[in-house]
């Protein structure tokens, strides 16, 4: 097994235990956490001293094609090695099969900052395709029609994975599910924390179709790109350096039903508690206000 760079630490943990690089003692560490979902795909998490949204991004891996979704908060390689990390998981990967590299494709759950940052350390990479963010590009790309809920099947090789169009966290949000392992990649539509819906027609749709969509493909297991959550009820506000007894990162479809309801139940902006995730409905100035001074209180008295 290739060494992976300086500050990438590679774990065997399930994917619902701590993550060290959101720990209080350990995330100093700790630059980019490396945890396998099965033998051919790996979650991949900034730490929080790299970036306080710490996003999850995750690398799928076919005989032909591997699929880099995310790059995350790092612009440069000291900050956050992803691109070298991606190197070495994707070369030993394909040398444990005898096969060689696979191409890589570097996409995007959405086009946020925090989930695309690195695309920067892939631009010289050979056999690389980077997508681009704009909501047009990632349709064409994909083959997905600008309908909400629209369908596409994308093939890695040995692998093929469905690809959703689901808008209203973000335009440019797909949902990527792996019908073989059960697994679907949400992306900030759904994971344990909070949920900043853009178009909230847009998302009720969303909503229903991955519900569809999971129950279509057998999924157990549904990952998104962040955690916000506490084991306590609470949540982290935004900007803080460490989370203390975090939420496990993996949803039941169970609770993307809940999260489905929750979000089709609701009629207005503004913020609407749930669980697993509170609803942040349109432009809600004020209780992003209270976040960010939350978040600074906790940084104040180190409690984040
Ligand atoms: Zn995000």
């Not at 900050?79 to 590299?101: I, S, Y």
């Not at 924390?193 to 279509?216: C, H, N, P, Q, W």
């Not at 975090?246 to 139940?265: G, H, Y």
Request: net charge negative; aromatic share 6%.
């Amino acid at each position: 097994m290739t060494m992976l760079p300086e500050g990438v630490l590679r774990d065997a943990e399930p994917l619902d235990a701590p993550w060290d690089g959101v720990g209080e003692d350990t995330a100093r560490q700790v630059k980019l956490q490396v945890r396998p979902i099965d033998d051919a795909t790996f979650a991949l998490r900034q730490s929080s001293r790299v970036s306080t949204e710490a996003p999850i991004g995750y690398l799928i891996c076919g005989t032909r094609r591997a699929l880099l979704l995310d790059t995350g908060d790092a612009k440069s390689a000291v900050e956050c090695p992803l691109r070298e990390t991606v190197d070495v998981l994707l070369h030993d990967w394909a040398d444990g099969r005898g096969l060689p590299d696979p191409t890589l494709v570097v996409a995007h759950t959405h086009g946020h900052y925090d989930h695309v940052k690195g695309d920067s350390q892939f631009v010289d990479r050979p056999d690389t395709t980077i997508v681009a963010k704009d909501v047009d590009a990632v349709h064409r790309f994909f083959g997905l029609s600008g309908t909400v809920g629209a369908t596409t099947e994308f093939d890695l090789g040995g692998r093929t994975l469905i690809v959703m169009a689901t808008p209203g966290h973000d335009a440019r949000s797909i949902t990527t599910v792996d019908p073989t392992s059960g697994v679907m990649f949400s992306g900030d539509t759904a994971y344990p924390g909070r949920l900043y819906i853009d178009d909230l027609a847009a998302a009720k749709t969303s909503l229903a179709a991955m519900v569809e969509l999971a129950d279509t493909h057998g999924v157990h297991t549904v990952l998104g790109a962040h955690i916000e959550n506490d084991t306590h009820g609470g949540d982290y506000p935004v900007r803080t350096r460490f989370h203390r007894d975090e939420a496990p990162l993996p949803l039941t479809v169970a609770q993307l039903r809940t999260l489905r309801d929750d979000v089709i139940r609701t009629t207005g902006k503004g913020v609407h508690r749930g669980d697993p995730m509170t609803l942040y409905v349109g432009n809600a100035p004020l209780p992003m206000l209270k976040l960010l001074i939350r978040g600074a209180v906790w940084r104040l008295t180190g409690r984040g």
